[in-house]
């Protein structure tokens, strides 16, 4: 049924392709994934470049078929697998607490990554857009494992920035560390 949604969401047209209002293009995972290991600086971009995008998603998606919370939340789990970027599930999904941890299985980028690291940056990103719209408060994301590192899946602990930053304070050092001047 989810899928269904999508399907429908995405337009064709000559040398266009549209999502909910934002255009798209398709090119080789390896493109980005070399951007981004060659240039670590852009780390912070692609993060709130991709949160960005994720929240103009999620908040057309709300306006156009009134979802809520948990159903955003399916959405967003159905259009990292559809658009390419490895198969989603939540194991925490708690409102009241504003916190989430999602298990990424097959992220492509990590998979081809040449570095040994945590490499899901624009997961991250699409992660804390897509629960700020769900959750309706800014929420952020860090990385605390990954195929790229050597681990079986990747996995991402979603929550606000002072939570994060109190919990996982390595982490946040060096995947958040541009919001500690803010
Ligand atoms: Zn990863």
Known sequence: MQK?????QIKFDQGKI??????LSI?????????????????????????????MFANEIKKRHKFTGQQLKSWLKDIVSFAGWGKAEF????????ASIVRVQ??????????????????????????????????????????????SICEFVLGKKQILKKDHPEFFKSQLWWLNEK
């Open 91 to 98: 194991i925490i999904y708690d409102e009241k607490n504003f």
């Open 27 to 55: 090119f080789p995972v390896s493109v980005f994934s070399t951007i981004v290991d060659n240039n670590p600086k852009v780390v912070p971009d692609v993060y709130q470049a991709t949160k960005e995008s994720a929240q």
């Open 4 to 8: 269904l949604v999508l399907a429908k």
């Open 106 to 151: 097959q992220s492509p980028v990590a998979e081809i990554s040449k570095k040994k690291g945590y490499t899901d940056h624009a997961l991250r990103g699409f992660f804390a857009g897509g629960g700020s719209a769900s959750m309706e408060t800014d929420l952020d994301c860090i990385e605390i494992k990954c195929v790229a590192k050597g681990d």
């Open 18 to 23: 549209e999502l909910l209002n934002q255009k």
